[in-house]
Each structure stands twice: as structure tokens, then as C-alpha cells.
């Protein structure tokens, strides 16, 4: 109760602010608002996704221009005109995140600049949309008859929509969709072997980011009744960002404190520039220029951060309620065939890094991968988990070929792997990370995440996965930030959230690498228990006692081909393979 004080003392403050503060002050809330509004999707599209957008500004526009347009040339609704503009902007943004979203590096901004700058000039430039003139006489709106015509009374309506802006956003990052977002910044590959569909997620976070935009464009129209193409431009879609960043691009709440900062200063400095500097113009850029290059060097993850720091800390644990078990896959027959792959070869380039490859894996089974580095091992996991297709060959996961399919239909199936350099998301807790391993084990959406409707499953998935946290022995460490871990404990994090998806067959990319002795016994004997569930393991290490004591059956790969294939005593005899470690028999 006592946590959530904060929120309700500013929620009376915001209910009494029309009756105390002047109508100037009044205004500037207004602005702060609907700035938030955009702000907060930048906070999921940019801070959380990791997809960085200047465009925003111009759905601000094609908001602002649809409810203008259909209410003075046809007399539509305003109300009626909200629900066209935000199909218009969905499929606007739809069109456009389905080309840009494609692009990566650099070249992501540069798209979003380009079409930012498009739509700004298609405003301007249309005879019936008034050109750079405008649009005026645009009317109020009513709210259950209570016409909307002051400041001081539209104030409610901005403000209530930046609240369940926040309540939604932050609803959806707390749930399995919000972990597939978070998990876009950590690397498409991750998130596509635990079963995350990132084309599909990243055209969502575009998506819901443009719609609060165009919200955002209704409202400013509906306020001022005038609308011109001049901030809908690429400056203002800068501006936006800017208010995310230095609020804390991160944080929903960072959002607000952004666009607050950012637009109380800006009137201060347009203010009082003038008078200190003696002539007029837009010095207020030159100091935005520098203040953002001091907050981007002193306080990286903006301001709301810094807040959080100076409040006394309190526990960040969630509570984890009992709830039902997930279903789970039948268990395939012991010694049936969960992997074939035959002639597997992998260029790149002029470089052949898998050479004609071929191995089996069987139900009830560890089979190790072995070899000197540099042999192709991991090239090879990520032909077999189509993180890189194989060029050459034939794999068939239980019976199927793999040919076709990408990454996140391989792990449908009952596929999981870790990696041979950790990926987790250093800031979220142990067990949001394993719980990405769920993901493919709940079917509930964004819309019922952001509604709240998802607690029961959400339960289930949290459930499983603090199961699989404890199964690995590392229950003590189950609410803290998977950064904070060691090297070897974060790669058994890597096990816990394999084993979460409830996997037939485990791919496990040196998972020794880092672990003591102790670690290495306890993770030896799970891996025995996981065999003697019936579960296929493919095993690369380089630990030779840890392989050796463990393994039903040993590849040794040199130079990217099979060296030899059997069991490990008949392995460690082969002069092949001594010749391969210690340079010969002798």
C-alpha cells in the first residue's frame, strides 16, 4: 500500500491543479501531457525495444490532421474521427514498420528521418488539408455532455489518458509480451531460440508507439482547434526523443519527468535568452545541444535513475503466488532418434567452417561435441538450431526437416539451447530471464497483458520458472539482476531457461566454462537426472574429465570435419584424436 502513495499524492495533485494554479501554468501542463503521451511510446518503441525512432512527430500529424480534416470539411464526430485516425495511423505505421523495421545499425533512424520528413512536407504541401496555413475552426469536444471548451477543462482528459498510458505500458512490460520486448535489446538471435517472433514484436512496439502518437495528435488538435504542418516536423520528432532520453529512455515514468524538464525549460530559455543575450533566436537549441551531451555523458540512462537512487531502497521482489503446473510435452520413446543431421556443411564466404558433418542424437542420451577451438562446434549448434542455416546437407529435428524453419519453430518443437558467449539480459532479474524460456508456454496477448488480464498464466509462467531456478540451485539468486552473477552462474541461468521451455532435446554450448569444481558435480549430476527423464543432450565442452564422465556417446571435430565418433573410452584411445590435443601418440 505504502508504495503506491507516491502515485496517488501525484494523482491529487494533478485533480487540484485547475482550481490553484494560474491558467499560463495550466497550459504548460497541457503541453507536458500531450508530450508525455508520445514520449511514453518512445520509452517501449526506443528505451525497452532498442529500435530508435526520429519519425514520431508525423503521426502526431496524421492524428491531428484526420480529426481536423473529417471534422470541418464533413462534420464527423470528433469521437468518431479518433477511432479513423488511429486505424489510418495503424496502417500508416504498419506499412512504414514493415519496410524500416527491416533495417538495422544506422540505417533504422535514417529511415525513420526520411519518412518523419516525408509526411511533414505532405501536410504542408495538399491543397485540402490547407497547406501551411492550416486548418481552422476545428471543434470542441464533449466528454458525457460536459463540452470541453478551456484549458483548464481539456487538462482532465490530457491527463487521464497520459495515466492509463502509463497503467498500460507498464501492465504490458510486466508480463511474457513484455519480456519478448525486453528481450529485443538483448539480440534477435536469443529471443528467436527461446521462441519469440522479434519481426512480429518489433511491428507491435511500432505500432502501439505511433498510436499513442496519433492520440496524442487528436488531443493537440482538439485543444488548440488550429492545426499547421510546423510541429509535425523532424525537429519536434528529435525533440520528442530527446525528452525520452533525458528523462530515462528506460522508464514509463522517465517519460513524464522528460517532457516536464524539457518543456519548462524550453520556455524559460525562450523566455530569458533574449533579455541575457540581448538579441533574439533559437539559442534555446544550442543549450538543449549541450545539456544533452552532459546528460548523455554524466547520467547515460536519463534522469528518472538518478531519482530512483536518492529514495531509500526498498525490496524489489515479487511475490510469486502457487500456481497450476504448465502442461507438458510427452516425453519421446527411450533410444527414439530426436536428431539427425547428415552431411552438414556450412560456408562463409570462401570459408568452410562445417565440412560434410553428420551426427545423431538420441532420446535418453548426452552426446558430446568435442574439439580444439576453432574446429566448428558452435558453427555447428547453429546450423542444427538454424541461428545459421546450414548451406549443404540435411537436418531432421523428430523426423521433420529443419531446412524451412527459423529458430523460434525449431524451439515450438522441443528445442533449446545455450550459448557459447552468455546472453542474458544483465538488467532483469534471474527469473524474468528464465522465464523468456516459457514463452512459447502462454498463448496471452499484448492487449490482454496492457488490460491486466493475463495474471493466471503469468502466475503459471513465473511458477515454472522459479521451478527451473531451483532444479539448477540457484533458488538464493531467483530475484536478483542476472549481471550481478558470476560467469558460471549466468551460464546455468542460460540452463535454467532452456529447461523452462520443457524441452525434448537440449543444446548446451559449453556450460562447465567458468563453474567450480563442486558447480561442475552438481550440473554433471542434473544433466544425469535430465537423461534419465528421457531428454536427448548435445553437449560441447572442453572440460575433457567433465565430457568423458558424463557423455553415452563422443564426436571429435577437427578443422571443421568428424575426426571420430563413439564411446568415450574408445575415443580417448583413437591416435586420430591424440594426435588432434597433444600433437601424437607418443
Not at 494523482?11 to 490553484?20: E, I, K, N, R, T
Not at 512496439?205 to 523532424?234: D, E, K, N
Not at 566448428?376 to 538454424?386: L, V
Request: with cysteine; aromatic share 8%; glycine share 12%.
Amino acid at each position: 500500500m505504502i508504495r503506491h502513495l507516491p502515485l496517488a499524492a501525484f494523482v491529487a495533485l494533478l485533480a487540484a491543479g485547475p482550481q490553484w494554479l494560474p491558467e499560463f501554468h495550466i497550459t504548460l501542463l497541457n503541453y507536458i501531457g500531450l508530450y508525455a503521451i508520445v514520449a511514453i511510446g518512445l520509452v517501449l518503441l526506443t528505451g525497452v525495444g532498442g529500435l530508435t525512432s526520429f519519425g514520431q512527430a508525423a503521426f502526431v500529424g496524421l492524428g491531428a490532421y484526420t480529426t481536423a480534416w473529417l471534422t470541418t470539411q464533413f462534420g464527423y464526430s470528433p469521437w468518431a474521427t479518433l477511432l479513423i485516425g488511429l486505424a489510418l495511423t495503424g496502417a500508416v505505421a504498419f506499412l512504414l514498420g514493415f519496410i524500416t523495421l527491416r533495417m538495422g545499425g544506422h540505417y533504422l533512424p535514417l529511415g525513420t528521418i526520411a519518412w518523419g520528413i516525408s509526411l511533414y512536407f505532405l501536410f504542408g504541401n495538399v491543397e485540402f488539408l490547407g497547406g501551411h496555413t492550416g486548418i481552422t475552426g476545428i471543434p470542441t469536444v464533449s466528454l458525457l455532455g460536459w463540452e470541453l471548451k478551456s484549458g483548464d477543462e481539456f487538462f482532465y482528459l490530457i491527463w487521464l489518458v497520459v495515466l492509463l498510458a502509463i497503467l498500460g505500458v507498464r501492465n504490458l512490460l510486466d508480463s511474457r509480451q513484455g519480456r519478448a520486448i525486453r528481450a529485443l535489446k538483448g539480440g534477435g538471435v536469443m529471443a528467436e531460440a527461446m521462441g519469440v517472433n522479434t519481426p512480429r514484436t518489433k511491428i507491435v512496439i511500432f505500432l502501439i508507439a505511433a498510436l499513442l502518437a496519433c492520440l496524442s495528435g487528436w488531443l493537440y488538435a482538439h485543444l488548440q482547434r488550429f492545426v499547421s504542418p510546423t510541429p509535425f516536423g523532424i525537429n519536434m520528432g528529435i525533440e520528442y526523443l530527446f525528452m525520452a532520453v533525458v528523462g530515462g529512455i528506460g522508464h514509463v515514468w522517465g517519460a513524464v519527468l522528460g517532457a516536464g524538464l524539457i518543456t519548462v525549460l524550453k520556455q524559460w530559455l525562450q523566455d530569458w535568452l533574449p533579455h541575457i543575450l540581448g538579441q533574439s533566436g533559437n539559442f534555446e537549441v544550442i543549450v538543449f545541444g549541450i545539456a544533452m551531451v552532459l546528460v548523455l555523458q554524466k547520467a547515460r540512462d536519463g534522469l528518472w535513475p538518478v531519482l530512483l537512487r536518492l529514495l531509500p531502497a526498498s525490496a524489489r521482489q515479487r511475490r510469486l503466488v502457487d500456481a497450476e503446473a504448465l502442461p507438458r510435452r510427452s516425453p519421446a520413446a527411450a533410444g527414439s532418434v530426436l536428431l539427425t543431421a547428415e552431411g552438414v556443411t556450412k560456408r562463409f564466404g570462401g570459408l568452410v567452417a562445417n565440412n560434410n558433418m553428420s551426427l545423431s542424437v538420441q532420446a535418453g542420451e548426452v552426446m558430446a561435441l568435442i574439439g580444439p577451438n576453432g574446429a566448428g562446434k558452435s558453427t555447428m549448434f547453429n546450423c542444427i538450431s538454424a541461428v545459421n542455416p546450414a548451406s549443404e546437407g540435411k537436418i531432421a529435428f523428430l523426423g521433420e526437416s529443419t531446412a524451412k524453419l527459423r529458430s523460434r519453430d525449431i524451439a515450438r518443437r522441443g528445442m533449446s539451447r545455450t550459448f557459447q558467449h552468455v546472453r542474458l539480459l544483465g538488467q532483469m532479474s534471474v527469473l524474468e530471464n528464465v522465464a523468456i524460456g516459457a514463452h512459447l508456454r502462454g498463448s496471452k496477448g499484448v492487449l490482454a497483458a496492457a488490460l491486466r488480464l493475463d495474471r493466471g498464466e503469468e502466475n503459471r509462467l513465473l511458477a515454472e520458472a522459479a521451478k527451473q531456478i531451483e532444479r539448477v540451485g540457484l533458488k538464493e539468486h531467483m530475484f536478483d539482476a542476472a549481471g550481478s552473477l558470476a560467469l558460471g552462474q549466468q551460464r546455468i541461468v542460460e540452463i535454467a531457461r532452456a529447461l523452462a521451455s520443457d524441452p525434448c532435446l537440449l543444446l548446451l554450448d559449453e556450460p562447465a566454462a567458468g563453474l567450480r569444481y563442486q558447480e561442475k558435480q552438481a550440473l554433471a549430476e542434473l544433466l544425469r537426472k535430465l537423461r534419465g527423464e528421457g531428454m536427448g543432450i548435445l553437449l560441447v565442452e572442453h572440460d575433457m574429465d567433465f565430457v568423458m564422465g558424463l557423455a553415452d556417446r563422443v564426436v571429435v571435430m577437427e578443422f571443421g570435419e568428424k575426426l571420430a565418433e563413439g564411446e568415450p573410452e574408445a575415443v580417448q584411445r583413437d591416435p586420430k584424436v591424440l594426435e588432434a590435443y597433444l600433437g601424437g601418440v607418443e
